[in-house]
């Protein structure tokens, strides 16, 4: 069981093997929130992603027992047989939603295709990824999935238009589905970061209460153990945020960040 806290989202059964999936399964953000569990060693870690020796590489570096799945977001037609597969060798208990993809504004506007792949790789695939996810823990009666948006979600700047759609599509998404599982035994818990320094951000320049992978971990690991059902990281952007909906729209189009 997860141990620092109340919050236990496995089966209290002797004997009993966790099963927990991270769907972008090299993500920084991903890999932290395992990390920050504490797992237990029998615990079975499935790692889904495109790069078998990407994902091969992470999994040596966490607990338990970590098995590599082939996973593409932007294969939707696949995403139904995908969990079915996963599904069909046990009940799994937390799925984290990480797949994601950042490019430049800049990029986007001269290759309108790499656009196209930003928002199916940041929205779609997570939808139709989780609708799956969602059906089978519902058919078990229970089970956690964690869905990471991002505070561009909460108003799209000049800077990252379609980075932050997408984001606020994934966002409202992860809102409504929370409601439709609602006393099912299923939760969604949503997990909002700021700008997190790592290899998806490289080369930029920090914005203001920069975070990191780890600190986004550990946050999102204290809100399963105590039931939370939406995190900020850090904290102080969940009033930033109702300020951000407030500045005047021509202030706003000044925001370079």
Not at 215 to 222: E, F, H, I, L, M
Request: aromatic share 6%; proline share 7%.
């Amino acid at each position: 069981m997860i141990t620092g806290g109340s919050m236990n989202f496995f089966p209290n059964e002797a004997g009993y093997q966790p099963r927990v999936m991270l769907i972008g399964g090299t993500s920084e953000i991903g890999l932290a929130i395992l990390a920050a569990l504490g797992l237990p060693p029998d615990a079975e870690i499935i790692l889904a992603g495109r790069d078998e020796q990407r994902l091969a590489a992470a999994g040596k570096e966490l607990p338990g027992q970590v098995r590599t799945v082939c996973y593409d977001a932007l294969e939707t037609a696949s995403h139904q047989a995908f969990v079915d597969g996963v599904f069909a060798d046990g009940p799994v208990d937390l799925v984290i939603s990480a797949a994601g993809l950042l490019v430049p504004q800049a990029d986007l506007q001269r290759d309108v295709q790499r656009a196209a792949t930003m928002i199916e790789t940041n929205f779609t695939g997570h939808v139709s990824t989780l609708l799956a996810v969602g059906a089978r823990m519902r058919a078990q009666g229970r089970g956690t999935i964690v869905v990471l948006s991002s505070v561009a979600a909460v108003r799209p700047r000049r800077a990252n238009p379609v980075y932050g759609s997408a984001k606020a599509g994934l966002d409202a998404f992860a809102r409504g589905f929370a409601d439709l599982l609602h006393g099912t035994g299923v939760r969604v818990v949503l997990v909002r970061p700021g700008f997190v320094t790592g290899r998806m951000t490289a080369g930029m320049p920090p914005a203001p209460l920069a975070t990191t992978p780890e600190a986004v971990g550990r946050a999102t690991a204290a809100a399963l153990r105590r039931g939370r059902a939406t995190v900020w990281v850090p904290p102080s952007l969940a009033g930033l945020a109702v300020l951000l909906r407030l500045v005047p729209r021509p202030l706003w189009r000044r925001a370079s960040r």
